[in-house]
Structure formats: structure tokens, C-alpha cells
């Protein structure tokens, strides 16, 4: 029988680190990092991990390798501490043999995302590649959403089943927009993007926004969830018209430096 392992990075998350923990009961290891919480978290976790870690963050990508790097076995599930497996993805994750992992580096599989309590049609299917073979996969670095790469394209399954985030989250409107949290994210992400040659015009600036609405409330079915569908719509036309603005102010500081 194949042997797993669970890697959670966490941080302050007090509110849903116990359902992800949970989750992960059918793992042979529970691998828990924590980057400096004080809001209980820590003493939650210590009761599910089999080995717990306190890490100053090392950013999206290398505290996650490092959680992989801890395990005992070889297949680890990268979760994170808002999001939780559901009972048929662990059904499909125990079905795996050891003949068809051996021909695998990744497996992917589908992830709901709620907001304010309320699943978000229009973001799925939000492949995930969670499990993985940590010795044959690459790390590459993203600014916002960290990844797994196989040493052969064709050595990856998708499982139908999903991965639940943010569904234990408390209903908080910071759970829709972070503010600060969010800006950062974006000035980094800009960043990635202006460091691989890409530019913001000014068709960017203008038509970007009003497609992320259009592709989110119609291609996406968002208009089928009515004034949620609305608000999620109009939460990717913002967060786009923002990252091409952030992209936008880096390039006048290139060109002020030169």
C-alpha cells in the first residue's frame, strides 16, 4: 500500500487549522509549519501534527517545499490551513495503487473556493496540483500562486473529486477584499510580470477590467448566482484593473531610473 504524507503551512488560522486537520486523518504523517502565530493556532495544530515546526516565513513557494522536505514519505498532499479534503478526494487518493503511482509526479485535482460562506461557480475548476512525488517535481516561483511542476508532462492524473477552500471560513467582508494584504500581493505579482517582459498599454488598462467582468459573470456562469455572482464578477475586474496599474507604476520607475 502506498504511504502519504500532509504538509499544512500555517499562520494564524485559528478558525479552520482544526477541519483541515481533520481532513487529513487518513495521511500516514501529518507534517505541520508554523510561521508565527499567536491566535492559538499553534496549540490546535500540536494535537493533529505528527511533527510540528515553527518557520519564519519563506514565501509562498519555499515554505511549502521546505513542508515537503519534512516528510517521511515521498507523496505528500500540500494543503493549506483554510482548505480541507473532501471525503470522495480521499476516497480517490486511497484507491491509488502503487503501480500507478510509480508512473506519476503529479495529481491534480479540482478545488471549490467559497466567499463569505457561498461557493464561487464561476472559479472552478481551479486545478490544483497538490499530489505530489516531492523527489520528481520542480518548484517554480510565483508571486501569487505556488505550483508543482512534473519532470514529464505526461506523468500527471486529475482526479474529479474536490478540495474544499475557505468553506469552514467565517462569514468576514475581509474574506472578500484584504486590503493591505491584497496590495502587497499585487506589487508582487506585478513585479513577476514586468521581471518577463510583460507591459501595461493603455488597451490594457482600459479593456482588461471590463473582460475579467464580462469572462467571470457570463462565460463563467456567474450571473446564475445573482447579486454574488455580481460582486465576484466585479471583484476580478478590480483585481485586474489593480495589477495592471501596479504593472503600469513599476514601468514609470524603470523609466525615472533611466
Not at 112 to 123: D, E, L, P, S
Not at 152 to 172: C, Q, T, W
Amino acid at each position: 500500500m502506498p504511504k502519504f504524507s500532509v504538509a499544512i503551512c500555517c499562520m494564524n488560522a485559528a478558525d479552520t487549522i482544526q477541519q483541515a486537520c481533520e481532513s487529513a486523518s487518513w495521511a500516514d504523517e501529518l507534517i505541520i509549519v508554523d510561521s508565527g502565530s499567536t491566535d492559538g493556532t499553534q496549540d490546535i495544530a500540536r494535537k493533529y501534527a505528527d511533527k510540528f515546526v515553527e518557520q519564519k516565513w519563506l514565501g509562498f513557494t519555499k515554505q511549502k517545499k521546505l513542508s515537503a522536505e519534512l516528510c517521511s514519505n515521498d507523496w505528500v498532499f500540500i494543503l493549506d490551513s483554510d482548505e480541507e479534503l473532501s471525503p470522495k478526494l480521499i476516497q480517490q487518493i486511497q484507491q491509488l495503487t502503487d503501480d500507478q503511482l510509480d508512473n506519476l509526479d503529479v495529481i491534480y485535482m479540482p478545488r471549490r473556493n467559497y466567499v463569505m460562506g457561498k461557493y464561487i461557480r464561476a472559479w472552478s475548476p481551479d486545478w490544483q496540483s497538490r499530489l505530489i512525488h516531492r523527489n520528481r517535481v520542480t518548484w517554480p516561483e510565483e508571486a501569487l500562486h505556488d505550483a508543482r511542476v512534473p519532470s514529464d508532462p505526461s506523468r500527471v492524473l486529475k482526479l474529479s473529486a474536490p478540495l474544499e477552500h475557505k468553506k469552514a471560513a467565517p462569514v468576514d467582508f475581509s474574506d472578500y477584499f484584504s486590503g493591505s494584504r491584497m496590495d502587497a500581493r499585487l506589487i508582487q505579482v506585478a513585479q513577476q510580470m514586468y521581471d518577463k517582459g510583460k507591459r501595461a498599454s493603455i488597451l490594457d488598462l482600459a479593456f482588461r477590467p471590463y473582460f475579467a467582468f464580462f469572462k467571470f459573470y457570463f462565460l463563467k456562469l456567474g450571473f446564475l448566482d445573482g447579486s454574488f455572482g455580481f460582486l465576484i464578477a466585479q471583484k476580478a475586474s478590480v483585481s485586474v484593473q489593480l495589477k495592471y496599474a501596479a504593472l503600469w507604476t513599476i514601468q514609470q520607475q524603470h523609466k525615472s531610473k533611466s
